[in-house]
């Protein structure tokens, strides 16, 4: 055999040696793989070891069944059926109120009454009470759908207040407010018991809640029967106008010298007129003129009752409104004002009681949970329509703060003082504490 025969067979022997070398190396390295990857799986094992002891013991999550659902709908039927008001036309009536507890004390011109509007020419002693009496009580009801599309709907407000004195534990059942309205895209007609139309607006209170807040001094308020047409027109997206006009049923009841004699109910006519604008979503500004016009039927004598007003809301930062009315008239007594709006002078002069007045209000909510309500209020009546011993003005100033237990629960304490200036008797001042818990439904 030559040599390069030789050569041959000798590389032909090396070849497999070599082959069999790199397939070690490649199983090696597979080997160690496969353990890399033995030792996370063990590492994952344990961790789901450890989450499953930690909720071993709880029920696995589960759809519920068809009959547990039906029980589910079922019992949530009955609460509902438990809380649901039913009219006997089967449309919807919501209860709403409030429970009211006032705890007060009076100073000595309170003239033994629980809520003075004056201040007494005669003192008295001083008293201090609880009382719920000022609570209440509504309803508030929704119809159908009347002819051309309008919607109908309504409430009723009732309480337990009647008088300034509370004689007994159980006062009588008393109707505030109560109306019927039909309400198109931009026009509304209203029938019911309301305020007047020129004074829609109260000072913020839970002290004075039998009689509105400011009573005789500046708050024209007493409800009454009344027929109103209201129209509403958009100028653009954030600015409204509304007209509002009123047909009013007067309560005639005033207090002279001289025998008096009036016709009990009279007709007057109301307008307003509001231009309100939307500076954002929360912040408002609204301003309204309005009028009262009716006549008075005292001794057989047309007395007239005229009234002119303005009155606004404004809240142009998160942290203030201000609102209020001012006026100025003859011949006011009937919207719940000092009862001396006319003088018989005799047996056929009879003279309307010139006056003006208003009320402002300044609240401030610091917080969501508490807010600071300023409030005052005047009623000037001119001096040389009067007699002696009357009233030549009355003014009234409170603060409060109100402060929400919770998001119908409220707490407020508040401190006010009653200034009166009788005719030839001088100034007389009272003041009034109370502290109130209301809670709302």
């Known amino acids: ?84 008001v039913e009219a006997s036309q089967k449309f919807p009536i919501k209860l709403t109120g409030m429970a009211l507890a006032n705890i007060y004390r009076n100073g000595r011109q309170a003239n033994n009454q629980d809520h003075s509007t004056t201040a007494a020419r005669i003192p008295g002693r001083s008293t201090s009470a609880m009382t ?22 309504g409430s009723m407000m009732m309480d337990f207040y009647e008088g300034n004195t509370e004689n007994t534990n159980y006062a009588p059942f008393r109707l505030r407010t109560a109306s019927i309205h039909v309400d198109w895209k ?8 309301e305020k007047p139309l020129f004074s829609q607006r109260d000072p913020s209170s839970f002290s004075f809640a039998g009689v509105s807040p400011l009573t005789a001094a500046g708050n024209l ?72 016009a009716s006549e008075s039927h005292v001794n057989g004598i047309s007395v007239p009752s005229r009234l002119v007003s303005v009155d606004w809301f404004a809240n142009p930062w998160s942290k203030l409104e201000f609102s209020g009315l001012a006026w100025t008239g003859k011949n006011i007594h009937h ?6 709006g006319v003088q018989v002078l005799g047996p056929n002069r009879v003279i309307p009681v010139e006056s003006k007045g208003g009320w402002a209000q300044f609240a401030v909510p610091f917080t969501p949970r508490i807010t600071m309500n ?13 007699l002696l011993n009357n009233i ?25 003082q009653i200034r009166t200036t009788y005719i030839g008797s001088g100034n007389r001042k009272n003041n009034r504490y109370d502290l109130s818990v209301a809670y709302l439904f």
């Open 335 to 340: 919207f719940g004002a000092m009862r001396q």
């Open 1 to 84: 055999m030559d040599r390069r025969k030789l050569l041959l067979a000798g590389a032909l022997m090396t070849l497999p040696a070599l082959a069999w070398g790199q397939s070690l190396d490649q199983v090696v390295d597979r080997l160690n793989r496969l353990e890399q990857e033995n030792n996370n799986l063990k590492k994952e094992i344990e961790s789901l070891r450890s989450e499953i002891e930690k909720l071993r013991g709880q029920p696995a999550p589960s759809e519920p069944t068809v009959e547990e659902r039906a029980r589910i709908t079922e019992r949530r039927v009955d609460e509902q059926a438990q809380t649901k």
């Open 132 to 153: 719920f009496r000022q609570s209440m009580i509504g309803l508030d009801y929704a119809g159908p759908t009347a002819f051309f599309g309008g919607q109908v709907g």
């Open 374 to 386: 300023l409030f005052g209020g005047i009623h000037d009546d001119r001096n040389q329509d009067l």
């Open 392 to 416: 030549g003005v009355n003014r009234s100033t409170a603060l409060n703060f109100m402060y929400k237990l919770a998001p119908n629960v409220i707490l407020t304490l508040e401190g006010m």
């Open 186 to 193: 931009t026009r509304s007609v209203l029938f019911g018991q």
């Open 221 to 292: 308020w007493r409800w009454q029967p009344q027929v109103r047409f209201e129209q509403r027109v958009n100028a653009g997206a954030q600015t409204q106008f509304k007209g509002q006009v009123a047909l009013y049923q007067t309560s005639e009841d005033s207090t002279t010298a001289a025998p008096v004699a009036f016709e009990r109910r009279r007709p007057g006519i109301e307008g307003r007129l509001e231009l309100a604008h939307d500076l954002d979503d929360q912040r408002r500004v609204a301003i309204a003129p309005g009028f009262h």
